[in-house]
């Protein structure tokens, strides 16, 4: 049974952000602008995604 997806793209630059949350967004495989992946729901994703969300748009996939 596959679960549900969100689909992450980034819209926020690293740039002047504080290490961890540039470690988030590689920890999320997003390192260039515009990036999109495909990430299971889980709430580990969900707890990464809120830690960088001003950096990041989420859809539901």
Do not use: C, F
Not at 20 to 35: E, S, V
Request: glycine share 8%; aromatic share 0%.
């Amino acid at each position: 049974m596959a679960g549900k997806t969100l689909k992450v793209t980034q819209i926020g630059s690293p740039i002047r952000r504080t290490a961890d949350q540039r470690a988030t967004l590689i920890g999320l495989g997003l390192n260039k602008m515009h990036r999109t992946r495909e990430l299971q729901d889980t709430p580990e994703v969900r707890g990464m995604i809120r830690k960088v969300q001003h950096m990041v748009k989420v859809d539901e996939a």
